[in-house]
């Protein structure tokens, strides 16, 4: 599953778009200020082997439930062949990503997720203090 | 790539150990402090489809490398198969991340990296506010 990378991509893009309109030389990296100060969980987590569809499904469900929800900043997600995904939600506050958590019905997959769909899961959640890209031209 | 998810699993096997030994109720979602205040530098990447060995080789020498800096904490790294990958290191302060990221052999493969094996990728450096795990017992 890979989410709207596209909303860091575009604040990327805008920043260089706004550099070029100053004259200012380009550099390769661009320092970026769109997150910070934004709360950043990270979700990683261990699948079992058991009800990839059901998975999926419940996965692209949440995705679009979280883009529904005040103070929601965008996601990233990858998971890997053997199984190992990291996730991470951004949200414009603390209050938007507790209210998340405790979201009914996200409430409601977590626990299927325990029962079904992982082996194991952590979740850190943090804040952005700082923020760069790069992208090739 | 799938490194050393061991140490966070380790200190939530740990904080297990801990609950049980004073024989209190063992909830299934624990609670963890063990990042607390670290740093967690999120690197979101889109690889090309150009040198997969050279950035295999590249990216294990620069897991093993980041391991023997003082203040590493761990390394967590997924990559799925349409190339977008996310690792997250983790730094016991920020001025052992500042370090890591000046280290000349970690900027000279950079460099490389700019050139051969991304289309772009982006860098938060955030700080660990909290944290909890579960694990199928």
Redesign the interface.
């Known amino acids: 599953m890979?989410l709207s990378?596209g909303t860091?991509?575009s604040n990327?893009l805008c920043a260089v778009a706004v550099a070029s309109e100053a004259q200012m030389p380009k550099p390769?990296t661009m320092q970026?200020h769109a997150?910070t100060g934004q709360?950043?969980v990270?979700f990683?987590s261990?699948r079992t082997s058991q009800d990839d569809a059901g998975y999926e499904a419940a996965a692209a469900a949440m995705a679009a439930l979280a883009l529904q929800q005040p103070g929601y900043a965008g996601l990233?997600s990858?998971?890997?062949?053997?199984g190992?995904?990291?996730t991470?939600s951004f949200w414009h506050d603390?209050a938007a990503a507790r209210a998340w958590r405790d979201h009914p019905e996200h409430a409601r997959i977590r626990e299927l997720g325990?029962v079904r769909w992982?082996?194991?899961?952590?979740?850190?959640?943090?804040?952005?203090?700082?923020?760069?890209?790069?992208?090739?031209e």
């Open positions: 890979h990378s860091w991509l990327v390769r970026s997150r709360v950043a990270i990683t261990q990233e990858v998971r890997g062949g053997d190992l995904g990291i991470i603390d325990r992982y082996d194991w899961y952590e979740l850190q959640v943090t804040r952005v203090e700082r923020g760069y890209g790069w992208r090739r």
